[in-house]
């Protein structure tokens, strides 16, 4: 059995590392905390190990065989969670690559410069819900692995391929429709018919998508607002658009 008590042992300052995008980038590892996360990602097989409070007892419905686990001090498990009271148990995955070759053209989701952590992951999660094939991602938007971001994805971001592309390229190529939101030029949601296979591209939480990417889509929707408010959370918007696109 591994055990490590000092948060100076150059394994946790590797571990401490990830919580950088720059460290996640360059190793293609990132980390997860808690229960059903760690749970989710031994499902998908993406953890290389997994990291336990030497107080903790690790459930009987984790599948561990074969999984290298280390136990540390409670201390040591602080150092390298970003929540304040960890639950005791996290984890180190490896990214994983997709590349468009392998993935499925049919749904997808496509984010321009969204940058709330938050609102990345609930839009993954709803993605994963709604039976989309891929979750494309543009400059600017926030890091998937981020630890907030895997949080609000609640373990969705283990059942889809997330990948980042030149949106502009990327829509040039495909052979679905391609809706943008956008109040500008746009037509309300219901009148386009629903479809087995499309594309929905959402933007900048207080910039909407960029108008030279509206500019190459089939056509641009918005959500019709009857109460007073401004608009709609980006997440909101974009879990109404796909469940109300697909057939």
Partial sequence: MKYIESIKNPKVKAWKKLLTKKERDQTGKYLIEGFHLVEEALKEQVVLEVIVNQDTEIPASLNIEGTEVIYVKEEVLKAICDTETPQGIAAVCEQRKSTIEEIRLEKLLLLDRVQDPGNLGTMIRTADAAGMDAVILGDGCADPYNPKVIRSTQGSLFHLPIMKAPLGEFIEKLKIPVYGTALEGGIPFEQVEKAD??????GNEGQGV?????AKTTKNLYIPIYGKSESLNVGIAAGILMYYLRK
Avoid: I
């Avoid at 296979?197 to 959402?202: C, E, I, S, V």
């Fill in 197 to 202: 296979a499309f594309a929905l591209l959402l």
């Fill in 210 to 214: 960029a108008k030279e990417l509206l």
